[in-house]
């Protein structure tokens, strides 16, 4: 934080540094997250083809799966192409109004939260299958995972309102350039005037409190599917009912694991160029991941891909 002085004026536009001293390797790394970004299309627009012409994947933990692959396509697409015009040197390519900066902020912790609300409904999902099978239909019907759908992205939708709003209270009078390939919370309130201690405590108890909600639900889920799993005798029983959740589980740790780190935390003053690879492996390596998680640790995703990408599947349709 800067002290104020009337004389200084309010910044309207920020210069993103993205990734300062790579200029010789800059084209290099606009091919590989290009390449990247491409693959995390495909691969999740490949899932939710799959999940809606397969109808044996007609299922909850499956209709959960598109609403984490839509989310995912989101979620890289709200940072990587305006990180990519940087690399090439567009004209204003890292360049970004205030209100634009405002609004990529809020898009991605409203993504961000929403993704983690998912993940814990997923959890539930595999705790009612694996603990009460016999009630599963009537507990996890497909009102309820229309509601519990719902509930989460509403949920991450109203997760940023506060922080954003705090934000958008703060005087930024220069300079105006931000440490980072994104408009993310912890650059933006080292390039503040305004003492920001509020502001850092709220980001804090929000980023907290969704946190630990969500972890909490998975947490719990978990611990009452271990011990189900510990009064199966048979191993294969066991194995093949932790199977259905241990790709759900990989990706919850891949993801819980960059987020506690990033964001549960009160100083903005700490490694930057430490912090932008965290970002790049929850923001963009994360989502490339998950799909390929998902489809080669589970045996029905994989029968489904095999199906709906055969020319016999299309000639009977």
């Known amino acids: 934080m800067k002290p104020y002085t009337k004389n200084w004026t309010q910044v309207t536009e920020f210069v993103m540094m993205g990734f300062a001293g790579i200029h010789e390797a800059h084209l290099l790394f606009f091919i590989l997250f290009l390449t990247m970004y491409l693959f995390t299309l495909v691969e999740n627009l490949a899932i939710i083809l799959v999940v809606g012409l397969d109808h044996r994947l007609w299922r909850p933990m499956y209709f959960f799966l598109t609403h984490l692959s839509c989310l995912e396509i989101w979620y890289t697409s709200v940072t990587v192409p305006k990180m990519l015009t940087g690399f090439i040197g567009v004209d204003g390519g890292k360049n970004i109004s205030y209100a634009g900066c405002l609004s990529q902020l809020f898009i991605f912790t409203f993504l961000g939260a929403t993704e983690c609300f998912l993940l814990a409904a997923m959890a539930y999902d595999r705790y009612v299958a694996i603990c009460m099978p016999l009630h599963y239909g009537a507990l996890v019907s497909w009102g309820t995972c229309i509601r519990l759908a719902a509930a989460c992205w509403l949920g991450g939708f109203l997760t940023p309102i506060l922080p954003i709003y705090l934000m958008s209270q703060l005087t930024f009078c220069g300079p105006n350039v931000i440490d980072h390939f994104f408009c993310d919370a912890s650059p933006l309130l080292a390039l503040s005037c305004s003492d920001v201690t509020w502001k850092e405590t709220v ?103 095999g199906r709906v990408f055969s020319l016999k599947f299309w000639k009977g349709q």
């Open 203 to 305: 980001d804090f108890l929000v980023s907290l409190a969704v946190l630990l909600a969500s972890s909490m639900v998975i947490a719990v889920s978990y611990g009452n599917i271990v011990w189900t799993l510990l009064h199966i005798r048979s191993v294969a029983e066991r194995w093949k009912a932790f199977s259905t959740c241990a790709a759900h589980l990989t990706v919850v740790s891949l993801f819980y694991g960059t987020l506690f780190f990033m964001y549960v935390r009160t100083k903005v003053t700490s490694s930057i160029n430490f912090n932008k690879v965290v970002s790049v492996f929850y923001s963009i390596v994360t989502p490339i991941l998950n799909p390929l998680i998902y489809s080669l640790r589970n045996k029905e995703v994989k029968g489904a891909l």
